[in-house]
């Protein structure tokens, strides 16, 4: 069963590589695995030289473009169980767009969203097919799926052999799936802003790749060691405009009501959950701006945090510290507000709400 946010990927994945020809070849690989009941009994040791055999791919080149310089990106997204055994995927359209302007963005041919869509569709199938699903837990119901389990889906890009500088010309697309529990532990939500830069302007803030993750692991690594949960970014010219998380969205809701969270542009990244986050607030009736927002408007006028993101849901921040002062939120509790958002999102993604927008893929 999932714990947290681990590598245990489930047995099929997929690979398509551009190739001379200009075409997609695609391949669903079945990696080594038993059925999930016998892995349940295997020893910690045997089950993790399953696991690693699972997590090997020797037919992908060791030196190259991704592994040496960075030039890649990827998404997250996730199947939900639902009610009725099923399983049902959210908002993948907007992942599969996503993606593709990534990987213009790092200049290499951009993998086609339906083809994308079809990908994502057959792993979870294939993996569901030999066993490999979270089972629907009506015990979740009772946190309102705070406890609920997923799975999530990890589609990236890895280059062609290569030392020299250059952009990826003939890119494989990879995904894997891996069962995941909730991401943040419970018990710290305390978030620490940090001085490091994410994102510059002109950079590539905008766009999911690889190389935007190394300042911010390094950041709440820092964080973490200085007893927070989570670092906070603010733009790297002025620092002065809260941006994001490490790897999530920001909002606050104020004290008169409204919810803001940053505008985006070249130093945000367009997250699907701050879009849904947006909307369902927008339908509650909540004034929302998205906007520049100044540190020291929130530090003294917000009374609620949270940070959006595949991983994260909608996760609340029990406190900000920055220069020396901390802002405490709603007592240090999740706020009401986050309360409902988090609440609203996962009834759409367990399918115990209506899911009126169309955000919902069946398998
Ligand atoms: C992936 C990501 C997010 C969240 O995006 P979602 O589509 O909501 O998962 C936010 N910020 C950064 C920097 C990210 O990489």
Not at 167 to 189: C, K, L
């Given at each position: ?114 083809l994308f869509l079809d990908a994502v569709r057959k792993v979870v199938r294939k993996n569901m097919e030999c066993g490999f699903k979270p089972v629907y837990d009506p015990e979740w119901e009772k946190d309102n799926y705070i406890s609920g389990h997923s799975v999530y ?211």
């Amino acid at each position: 069963m999932a714990k947290g946010f681990t590598l245990e990927t489930y047995p099929w994945a997929y690979t398509a590589r551009f190739t001379e020809d200009k075409t997609w070849e695609e391949e669903y690989i079945e990696n080594p695995h038993k059925s999930p009941a016998e892995e349940e009994k295997m020893s910690p040791d045997e089950f993790s030289a399953l696991l690693q055999k699972r997590n090997s791919f020797p037919q992908l080149p060791l030196v190259n473009y991704t592994t040496q310089y960075g030039m890649g990106c990827f998404e997250g997204l996730k199947a939900f169980p639902q009610k009725d055994g099923s399983l049902k995927m959210f908002r993948p359209d907007e992942n599969g767009a996503r993606m593709n302007k990534s990987m213009s963005g790092l200049l290499m041919p951009a993998f086609p969203e339906d083809l994308f869509l079809d990908a994502v569709r057959k792993v979870v199938r294939k993996n569901m097919e030999c066993g490999f699903k979270p089972v629907y837990d009506p015990e979740w119901e009772k946190d309102n799926y705070i406890s609920g389990h997923s799975v999530y889906l990890r589609p990236f890009t890895y280059s062609e052999p290569a030392i020299g500088l250059g952009v990826s010309q003939f890119p494989w697309v990879v995904i894997v799936a891996t069962p995941v529990g909730t991401y943040f532990a419970p018990g710290n939500s305390k978030a620490l802003v940090t001085d490091k830069s994410r994102a510059t302007p002109n950079g590539t803030g905008w766009i999911k790749c690889n190389a935007n993750y190394v300042i911010p692991i390094i950041a709440k690594k820092q964080a973490a060691l200085a007893g927070y949960m989570e670092a906070v970014f603010l733009d790297s010219i002025e620092q002065k405009y809260v941006e994001e998380g490490s790897s999530c969205n920001i909002f606050f809701k104020l004290k008169d009501g409204t919810l803001i969270t940053p505008q985006l542009g070249d130093t945000i990244l367009p997250g699907i959950n701050r879009k849904s986050v947006i909307e369902l607030a927008g339908d509650m009736g909540v004034k929302v701006e998205e906007r520049k927002v100044p540190i020291t408007e929130v530090m003294e006028k917000a009374d609620e945090c949270f940070v959006t993101g595949t991983a994260a849901g909608v996760s609340y921040i029990e406190s900000l510290t920055w220069n020396g002062k901390t802002a405490v939120f709603s007592g240090g509790n999740q706020g009401e507000l986050t309360t409902e958002l988090q609440k609203a999102l996962k009834m759409i993604q367990y399918g115990a709400a209506e899911d009126t927008k169309g955000w919902m893929f069946s398998i």
